[in-house]
């Protein structure tokens, strides 16, 4: 077999499955329509249970003192109102924190400075073992960079109808999205997760995850699903699934948000995603098995099935990226035009994508044409974080170990805040795959000028995402590096 089919197999086995996942679209945009009017009921009014609320920290100097005062301002009665500062950090935060445990409990406030050995477990070690001396019916978790709304309980725990709800999630609204590009960015793919995903499965009785934050669980839930593990790097995703399989119901609240900072740095964006795509990977092993041989139905299962491994995407993306450019040369070159006419069914998968981005800002926000025009600068960065997707991919596929790192909360909400000078920020080295995220963008430039060259006008638009992708992800990683150099 001559070279030239062989990448014209592989570009065409590559963009099936981009089609079979992108395609999905259409899917969730069927259930959002069929589904519009089944909203989650609430209580008219609800006991006021005990509450343990768990702030799991690591190294937060920034953001622990507005997230412990904004937690202390929810509206609830403070003999029902557990909070536990669980601090895994090595530290100035550690003193912040203390100082400001003793100044809440001063107030009257019962709030614990719960400190371990070692951070065995990371962050599912902390919640696990903060819920061994928990003494709330529910338990509400916030993230470092989140600012729970003061009506937060009063507006949760009414959807608690049924000894079966075991967990309640807000959606993520975001107190940094004007700050750059990349942030807005980022909350536009955010948005199609909470105001689409979320909201059509759990509509439509398919599974949901919590989201690590902003939610409630039920103590028993927790507990009768097997507690929290440590094993994969998205134990939120994983206690999920298995809550969920053990009959647990959740419910998913649309229209009431948590705030929450948006990474501001590249690096850091890098750190969070290469650990949310591994995660999902590591789940997906080990949750699919489970799935399979549960009771519930096919339906139930080919939806979970395609939940759990769609990260398998990134792989697929940067090998589409890398054939793009000598396909330009082949199609110019050979007797293949019949190949590159039937690969335009390929647009479907990015008109369903907008589909899908353009309702999940129509569904919540009043500006939302000009958030959808950032939609073509969202796929090209989708295409830029392939490389280190795939990478992710790769580690969870083969089941090697890593870190929990910690995606660094810089408090940087508007233009006057100084980034350089934080010192998470110092500490963030750039990986090497940086430079090959580098070389991939000149690569592609290639391909965007032989399309002009050859006149192939309908390949210019992807050629050039590529490159934009790899370009502006390259760039911005390696713009700390300098920025540190130059103090």
């Keep these: 077999m001559a070279i030239d089919e062989i990448v014209l197999i592989a570009y065409i086995f590559s963009l099936t499955i981009l089609l079979f996942f992108g395609s999905h679209g259409f899917i969730m945009m069927y259930y959002h329509r069929k589904y519009r ?37 929810i509206e609830y009665p403070k003999d029902k109102m557990e909070i536990q500062v669980l601090d895994d950090s090595t530290d100035e935060t550690v003193d912040v924190v203390a100082k400001l445990v003793q100044e809440k409990q001063a107030l009257g406030f019962d709030i614990k400075h719960v400190r371990r050995p070692n951070r065995e477990g990371f962050k599912a070690g902390a919640l696990k073992e903060g819920l061994k001396t928990a003494k709330g019916k529910f338990v509400a978790i916030f993230d470092a960079d989140f600012i729970p709304k003061s009506d937060f309980m009063i507006n949760t725990l009414k959807y608690f109808t049924t000894e079966k709800v075991g967990m309640v999630q807000t959606r993520w609204e975001h107190l940094n999205e004007d700050y750059s590009l990349l942030t807005k960015i980022q909350a536009l ?36 699903a097997g507690n929290w593990h440590a094993d994969t790097l998205t134990e939120d995703l994983d206690l999920s699934y298995r809550a969920q399989l053990k009959g647990w119901k959740f419910v998913f609240l649309r229209d009431f948000t948590t705030p929450a900072e948006l990474p501001s740095e590249m690096n850091a964006l890098k750190a969070q995603q290469f650990r949310w795509t591994k995660g999902a990977i590591e789940t997906a092993k080990k949750i699919l098995p489970l799935v399979w041989r549960s009771n ?5 299962k080919l939806h979970s099935t395609f939940h759990l491994t769609n990260n398998i995407v990134f792989p697929f993306i940067l090998l589409a990226g890398i054939l793009n450019v000598p396909l330009i040369f082949i199609k110019n070159a050979g007797p293949y035009w019949s190949f590159f006419n039937f690969m335009a069914v390929f647009v479907i998968a990015f008109i369903s994508s907008f589909l899908f981005y353009m309702f999940s800002q129509k569904d919540v926000r009043p500006d939302w044409r000009k958030n959808i025009a950032l939609f073509p600068l969202f796929m090209a960065g ?18 090697r170990k890593s870190e929990f790192v910690r995606t660094p909360k810089f408090k940087i909400v508007n233009k006057k805040d100084e980034l350089a000078k934080n010192k998470y920020f110092k500490r963030t080295k750039v990986q090497v795959s940086t430079y090959v995220e580098l070389m991939l963008a000149i690569y592609c430039l290639i391909g965007v000028v032989a399309s002009i060259y050859f006149m192939e006008i309908a390949a210019l638009p992807f050629q050039l995402m590529f490159f934009i992708g790899f370009a502006c992800v390259s760039i911005l990683s390696l713009r700390q590096s300098f920025l540190k150099e130059s103090r």
């Design 296 to 300: 519930i139905s096919i339906k139930l």
């Design 382 to 399: 989708s295409m830029g974080f392939a490389l280190n997707n795939t990478r992710a991919v790769i580690e969870g596929l083969m089941s």
């Design 37 to 73: 009017k089944n909203n989650p009921k609430a209580a008219d009014k609800h006991n006021e249970e005990m509450v343990t609320i768990q702030l799991p920290l690591y190294n937060e100097m920034y953001v622990v003192d507005r997230l412990i005062n904004a937690v202390c301002e």
């Design 189 to 224: 793919a955010l948005d199609g997760h909470f105001v689409i995903e979320q909201t059509v499965r759990n509509k439509a009785g398919f599974f949901i995850n919590f989201n690590g934050t902003g939610g409630v669980w039920r103590k028993a839930c927790i507990e009768d």
